[in-house]
C-alpha cells in the first residue's frame, strides 16, 4: 500500500495566477498520476509523471498549461498555470505499483480548488 | 479497457435496505475491474477488484461485486447499507497488459434515515 499526502487540501485563486500542488509518497514508486475531477464527473487522467523523464500527457492537456515535476520517486508536483474559472476542479495525485499484477491505485486527498 | 460505464449517477436508498450500483465495461482484451469509493472531500480508496477467478469478489465495509463476462458487468452489491455508505462510487478498468486504468462517472449513493 501507499500513503499520499497532498498539499493543499484546497485554495482559492484569482484568475491570470498558478497554482503549484504537492504529491508526496511514503515510499517509492515508479509512476504517478495526475487525475482532474469537475464537479459532478469521474476522474480524467491529466498525465504520468516518471521520474527521470518528460511527463506524458493526455489528449486535450499540455505542458505549458499543467507542467509536472517529479524529481524523485516519492515526490512530484502538477502545476495548474494561468488559470480560469473552468480549471475550478479537484486535483489528484495517485500512484500504481505496475510492477505487481492487478494492483490497485492509491490516491491523494484531492486538492479543490476554486478560481474567481 | 475502452470504456466504463456506470448506469446510475445517483441511487438514493434507505438505511438498512438493499443496494446495488451497476457497471458495464467494452474492452477487446481481458480487464482486471475495480470498485473506489470516495467519501466527501477525501481521495478515492477501494473497496474491492477483480483479477481473476471466483467472479463472486467480497471487499470492505460489506460491499460484494459480481463479474459476469457475457454481460461485461461488475455490478457492485451490499445486502444491508448504513447512513455511512453515503459516497460517489467509481468503477474501473485497467487491461490486463495494459496502462492506464479508465475510470466509470461515477454512481452517487445517498443512504437516508
Known amino acids: 500500500s501507499a500513503v499520499i499526502s497532498q498539499k493543499p487540501s484546497r485554495d482559492i485563486c484569482q484568475r491570470g495566477t498558478s497554482l503549484t500542488i504537492q504529491c508526496q509518497v511514503d515510499?517509492?514508486?515508479?509512476?504517478m498520476f495526475w487525475y482532474r475531477q469537475q464537479p459532478g464527473q469521474s476522474l480524467t487522467l491529466i498525465a504520468t509523471a516518471n521520474q527521470g523523464s518528460e511527463a506524458t500527457y493526455e489528449s486535450g492537456f499540455v505542458i505549458d498549461k499543467f507542467p509536472i515535476s517529479r524529481p524523485n520517486l516519492t515526490f512530484s508536483t502538477l502545476t495548474v498555470s494561468n488559470m480560469s474559472p473552468e480549471d475550478s476542479s479537484i486535483y489528484l495525485c495517485?500512484?500504481?505499483?505496475?510492477?505487481?499484477?492487478?494492483?490497485?491505485?492509491?490516491f491523494g486527498q484531492g486538492t479543490r480548488l476554486t478560481v474567481v | 479497457a475502452q470504456s466504463v460505464t456506470q448506469l446510475d449517477s445517483q441511487v438514493p436508498v434507505f438505511e438498512e435496505a438493499p443496494v446495488e450500483l451497476r457497471c458495464n465495461y467494452s474492452?477487446?482484451?481481458?480487464?482486471?475491474l475495480f470498485w473506489y469509493v470516495q467519501y466527501p472531500n477525501q481521495g478515492l480508496q477501494l473497496l474491492l477488484k477483480y483479477l481473476s477467478g471466483s467472479t463472486l469478489v467480497k471487499g470492505i465495509n460489506g460491499f460484494e461485486a459480481e463479474f459476469n463476462k457475457s454481460q461485461t458487468s461488475f455490478h457492485l452489491r451490499k445486502p444491508s447499507v448504513h447512513i455511512s455508505d453515503t459516497a460517489e462510487y467509481f468503477c474501473?478498468?485497467?487491461?490486463?497488459?495494459?496502462?492506464?486504468?479508465?475510470f466509470g462517472a461515477g454512481t452517487r449513493l445517498f443512504v437516508k434515515a
Open positions: 474492452s477487446s482484451v481481458s480487464v482486471y
Open positions: 515510499s517509492q514508486v515508479t509512476m
Open positions: 474501473a478498468a485497467e487491461n490486463t497488459g495494459g496502462f492506464k486504468t479508465i
Open positions: 495517485s500512484v500504481e505499483d505496475r510492477g505487481v499484477v492487478g494492483t490497485e491505485a492509491f
